[in-house]
């Protein structure tokens, strides 16, 4: 199983609204990413966990808060976001422990966000 | 400042006809570089990698890229190529046991019939 998935696919959400991205592995990896990508632009990293672990934080406003609650599951609870926050984002995971391995990055097929 | 370059935004190719898409990379150390393909509403897929060896690396659906340290280029090439291949081509540099991948801007890829 080489799979990443991400729930929902799209989502509109208003400015005062709360809502949560997931995704899930099953692969074994022990790092997983966010990332944010505007159309026809590269992925920007927003944050990486490490065995469960925040391990990397891209100076991402608060009103992105991740949550690792275990190995396979990620979470992106948003809330007050703004219109320039639309976007795809992007889940990833790779393998963690050997060097060669752990830096290839699978990748989710992204939750599509509208915000009204 | 570290950073990856693709120099072409579009490449347009016939069916049939080998293909290159450029990369260029300027970083520290010894990068491990990539190539990522994105389709349309699709997340990225990881197509090959380069960590050391072989300077010719062989990737998935035909693809294969050359690394050339004198000329910090890391070039995707396909012999062939197929309609299907049109797509968002993503060159990428992490460092050696890093987590932060840097993302060339992508060239898009049209294969015409």
């Known amino acids: 199983d080489t799979e990443v998935t991400q729930t929902p696919k799209h989502l509109v959400m208003g400015m005062t609204n709360k809502k949560s991205l997931k995704c899930e592995q099953h692969?074994?990896?022990?790092?997983m990413y966010w990332y944010k990508q505007k159309a026809k632009k590269p992925p920007e990293l927003m944050f990486v966990?490490?065995?469960?672990?925040?391990?990397i934080n891209e100076s991402v406003p608060s009103r992105f808060s991740p949550e690792c609650p275990n190995s396979s599951l990620l979470n992106l609870h948003l809330h007050a976001l703004q219109p320039e926050d639309s976007a795809l984002y992007l889940c990833?995971?790779?393998?963690?422990?050997?060097?060669?391995?752990?830096?290839?990055?699978?990748f989710g097929p992204g939750t599509r966000l509208l915000v009204l | 400042a570290q950073s990856v370059a693709q120099p072409e935004d579009q490449v347009n190719v016939a069916e049939g006809n080998p293909l290159t898409v450029k990369c260029t990379y300027s970083?520290?150390?010894?990068?491990?570089l990539f190539w990522y393909v994105q389709y349309p509403n699709r997340g990225l897929q990881f197509l090959l990698k380069y960590i050391t060896g072989d300077n010719l690396v062989k990737g998935s659906y035909g693809f294969e890229a050359e690394f050339n340290k004198s000329q910090t280029s890391f070039h995707l090439k396909k012999p062939s190529a197929l309609v299907s291949d049109s797509a968002l081509y993503f060159c990428a540099v992490t460092h050696r046991g890093g987590f932060k991948t840097i993302f060339g801007a992508g060239t898009r890829l049209f294969v015409k019939a």
């Open positions: 966990y490490s065995y469960e672990k925040l391990s």
């Open positions: 970083v520290s150390g010894n990068p491990y």
């Open positions: 990833a995971s790779s393998q963690v422990g050997e060097i060669g391995r752990r830096e290839t990055q699978y």
């Open positions: 692969m074994g990896h022990r790092a």
